[in-house]
Structure formats: C-alpha cells, structure tokens
C-alpha cells in the first residue's frame, strides 16, 4: 500500500489545474469515503497500538511510527458510526493536518483517483449540520464521501481560536479608524467559524463563502455593481481544497479580471505537510499560511490590511 503514496510530492503540478487526487477507503461496509492525498503521508497495516489513560474515547492508542509517536483515531467512530472491534486486519492512514501528524483507522485502503474539483460537490442541504462530509463525488458510479477531517480533529482534539491580548488590542486600536471587510473562503464548517471568530477579536468584519464558486461569483457580482474591489475588500482568506473550484483556481481566476487582480489574497490551508511555497507565487496569491494558530492569522491579515 505504501507504494500508492510513493511520490506524492511530485504530484503538486496539480496546483492551478482545479484538479485533486483522492485516496479513497472504507470503514467496514460498502460506502466509500476519501481523502485528498496531498495530506497523506502513507498507509500501513495497523500497527500494535498502546493504549493511553484519559485519551478522548476516539483514540484507539498510540503507535511508533518511523520512529514517530502517532495518535491512532478511530475514524468510523469519530464521524458517528460503529467503532472497530478489532484494530487487527484494518489500516491507519498516516496524514498530517493543520501542523499534526495523526493516523486514521481504516477497514480497507482502496485506491488513489484522479478528478476534477468541478465534480466535487457540496454535500445535499438534507445531510444536516451535523454531517462530517465536507465534499461528495462520484467514481465509477458510486457516491464518494470527502470527510471534514478539521472537524473531526477539532473535536478530538479542541480548537483553540483565543488571539493573545496583545495582538487583539492592537489590531482592535489600528481597525478601529476604518471598519476593514475580509472575504474567508473555506468549505469547512469548523475553519469558518475559527477564522471568523479571529476576525471579530481584532475589529474585522467577515463575508462568508463556502468554496471557490461562490467565491468568485461574489466578487464579480460586487465589480459588477462597481465597486472597487481593493477597496471594498481588504484582503481574501482562502482555503486550498475544495469542491467546484480549489483556492488555486480562485486566485487565477481574480488575478486575471482587471477588475479585482489588486485584491490581496491570503492561501489559508491545512495542507503544511507538502505544500510547496511555489505554488503561492505560480497562482498568484500574496501569502501562504498554515492552518490553524489564531496569534499568526491575526499577525498576517494585520500586515496585509496596511
């Protein structure tokens, strides 16, 4: 199975194409789930896991892993359904998000597919606010679910979304001349509301957006009533992954409409692990920063806002 992950460095030339690679897996039945393999690392057979006293209910144990100690999370369990009964015979998905490094338990490792973000849509209104997908699509016919993994690792592990009073109060003095407006891009329920949360401590009014798509078709129709785009909105927070139309594409596609390529765009993602800091500069965005620490978000939009 390592050999389906072998070279997924290589695989950023992806980048501004709108185009991603799933992993894709199951979790004891027929449904197949997915995961975007920039954020994997690897995928073994589950190793002999150490149990922790007081772990989140969760967390299967710890293993050493390359000589790294990694938390093992149940996924099946986390997202609601029945636990494994047996860790014996499943796998781990090695991942890194938002600065971590953790494994995933899985019943079966599938394969890696290639597809376009356009046929990756937003999981139906019926799902609910308590769904864990953040994206579906479709590979052969049957319906693939893309997990909200910042959800799922948020309440595992919390989220902390305090900025440090120092940062706050300054950032509060410095916006409270001009009220400053921020665009946050991100198809994850939980990234949005931490974002959001960020900017409301130093003074900024947030818009919403919940992929590319709309993204985009928010700013044009602002140009389109007139606005200064520059002006109106002092700077985009976007995500990299999601469905319809990714980060890369967004950017590409402001920069190339005169009427909005002086927007200032910050490239906010989970994906630290393999992101090539190239790729900022390939699409055309001002900053890349990776997810999550409220002190360093609130540090860059305060330096790009100027």
Request: hydrophobic share 40%; glycine share 6%; proline share 3%.
């Amino acid at each position: 199975m390592n050999s389906m992950i072998d070279g997924v460095n290589q695989r950023t030339n992806l980048a501004g194409t709108n185009r991603l690679e799933l992993l894709l897996f199951r979790l004891g039945g027929s449904q197949l789930y997915g995961i975007n393999v920039f954020k994997v690392r690897e995928a073994i057979p589950c190793p002999a896991l150490t149990k922790m006293p007081n772990a989140h209910p969760v967390v299967r144990g710890v293993a050493s892993i390359r000589g790294q100690t990694v938390s093992i999370v149940d996924l099946s369990q986390s997202i609601g359904r029945r636990a494994f009964l047996e860790t014996t015979d499943n796998f781990v998905i090695l991942t890194e998000y938002n600065r971590s490094v953790q494994g995933f338990l899985v019943s079966k490792v599938d394969r890696i597919v290639n597809i376009s973000w356009s046929n990756v849509m937003a999981p139906p209104a019926a799902s609910g606010a308590q769904t864990y997908m953040t994206a579906i699509t479709k590979v052969d016919d049957q319906i693939v679910q893309i997990i909200d993994v910042e959800q799922v690792l948020a309440e595992v592990m919390g989220s902390h979304t305090e900025v440090s009073s120092t940062i706050a109060d300054d950032a509060q003095q410095q916006n409270s001349e001009q009220k400053k407006h921020v665009l946050v891009v991100d198809d994850s329920s939980v990234a949005r509301n931490q974002i959001k949360r960020t900017m409301e401590q130093i003074g900024i009014e947030t818009t919403i957006a919940k992929n590319g798509r709309e993204a985009l078709e928010l700013l044009q129709g602002w140009a389109d009533q007139g606005l200064n785009i520059a002006e109106h909105v002092a700077l985009m927070i976007s995500d990299i992954e999601m469905p319809e139309m990714d980060g890369y594409t967004l950017t590409a596609e402001v920069r190339k409409d005169p009427r909005m390529k002086e927007l200032q765009i910050l490239l906010h993602t989970s994906m630290s692990g393999t992101f090539n800091e190239a790729l900022v500069q390939k699409v055309g965005a001002n900053r890349f920063l990776p997810k999550f620490s409220p002190d360093e978000l609130a540090a860059e939009v305060q330096q790009l806002i100027r």
